[in-house]
């Protein structure tokens, strides 16, 4: 049984962007080679402590590793060593979880590591009568949406679910799903996937975000049943208050920040501090403020997860990615590690992962920028480093 939550328990089901990806053959031999060396490296240490004048083992090898050469003794002896666990990346795209003391469960975007946060919660519910799930979307592309028709919630009569977002988001899943207005166009059903609101028999409920931008304005055709919030007011669930917060991306975008018992976390996925060529462009007045917007939420917050997708000169295209080619990214709504690294500081967040990594960064790279930002903290109050699937805060 898991222990109970103090106050929020935050669980990262899925942290890369554009697309799920996971460690190649290349990299698991990689990684596997790695661990080989740590702990070959241990051995050798130890064994060379009992070498004689000579060079030679100053007693029995079997005296020395506390018996014959079989798989009994060596996982004994294997035991003496604890070699560090490599950190692995990759998995599934955006989806986090967020259960609070009040026992209500949050999930931040729907993404591919919606589908195993959704049988976590199955389990999790059992039996139980009351089953409310509260979704919180951030925005309409298909990364941050794609695991909604696998996620086994949907497919239990007994389950409410309550979906948040912009008009946006709640009309890209209600497009192909129907699931609020129960129905899908005959041009679109069964074209992104064979499910759609008639198989899946979870009660569902939309919550509009109103957030005054007139690019969400919407046809006057929409039959999408909706209730609507005011982006100004937090969203209250018992004692847990969600602030939604407009950030900049090709498609309207939200983050949100989540307080409870002093204690506040920010989940800011596909935002781009703008670095284009005129200073005076307004989609860079635009991003800088809505950055500045972002800032005055994050300010010595506990735990922040954003997205950096790029390092600087990926941004300004001078390298490629992993083995890409290199291309500007001005405007692909993303920021860059820099960036990030820096507001982080400079709001004081305690603890901030880095998320939404690009699917063409290899392991070795991710892992190399990690153990940097991780070094670069050392002795800091401030720690930095790349979010990982699996990771659990209890805040
Ligand atoms: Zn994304
Ligand atoms: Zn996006």
Redesign the pocket.
């Given at each position: 049984m898991p222990q109970p939550v103090e106050n929020m328990r935050i669980q990262f089901y899925g942290v890369q962007g554009s697309g799920s990806t996971f460690p190649s053959s290349r990299e698991i031999e990689a990684l596997q080679e790695y661990t080989e060396y740590q702990l070959l490296q241990r051995i050798f240490e130890d064994l060379s402590r009992h070498l004689d004048q000579n060079n030679a083992l100053d007693r029995p090898l079997t005296d020395l590793i506390g018996g014959p050469i079989d798989r009994k003794t060596l996982t004994r002896y294997r035991k003496n060593f604890l070699i560090p666990k490599p950190r692995i990346y990759g998995g599934w795209t955006t989806c986090i979880h967020v259960e609070t003391a009040d026992g209500d469960d949050l999930v931040f975007d729907c993404g591919s590591g919606f589908r195993n946060c959704a049988l976590d919660l199955q389990k999790k519910w059992g039996d139980r009568s009351e089953r409310h799930l509260h979704i919180f979307g951030s925005?309409s592309?298909y990364?941050?949406a794609e695991g909604f028709d696998q996620a086994a919630v949907c497919f239990d009569p007994r389950n409410r679910i309550h979906v948040y977002g912009n008009y946006q988001f709640l009309h890209a899943l209600d497009s192909y799903l129907g699931i609020f207005s129960k129905r899908v166009k005959k041009e679109i059903l069964g074209v992104q996937t064979p499910i759609n609101y008639s198989l899946m028999p979870a009660k569902f409920r939309a919550i509009e975000i109103r957030d005054h931008d007139p690019s969400a304005e919407f046809d006057a055709e929409e039959t999408m049943t909706r209730d609507k919030h005011d982006i100004d007011q937090p969203l209250v669930l018992g004692a847990t208050r969600i602030t939604a917060v407009r950030v900049y991306?090709?498609?309207p975008?939200l983050a949100y920040k989540v307080e409870r018992g002093g204690k506040t976390f920010i989940f800011c996925t596909?935002h781009e501090l703008r670095h284009g060529p005129d200073p005076d462009d307004p989609r860079q007045k635009e991003s800088e403020a809505r950055e500045r917007r972002l800032i005055q939420h994050a300010l010595k917050a506990d735990v922040l997860y954003r997205d950096a997708q790029y390092l600087r000169s990926d941004y300004d295209g001078l390298s490629g990615i992993g083995s890409s080619s290199p291309v500007g990214r001005v405007d692909w709504?993303h920021s860059c590690l820099e960036d990030v690294q820096a507001m982080a500081l400079n709001c004081g967040v305690k603890s901030t992962y880095i998320g939404h990594h690009d699917p063409n960064r290899d392991w070795s790279e991710l892992n190399w920028l990690d153990e940097s930002m991780i070094r670069r903290c050392e002795g800091m109050d401030e720690k930095i480093c790349l979010a990982r699937a699996g990771t659990v805060i209890e805040l």
């Open positions: 925005h592309h990364d941050h991306h090709p498609a975008c596909d709504g």
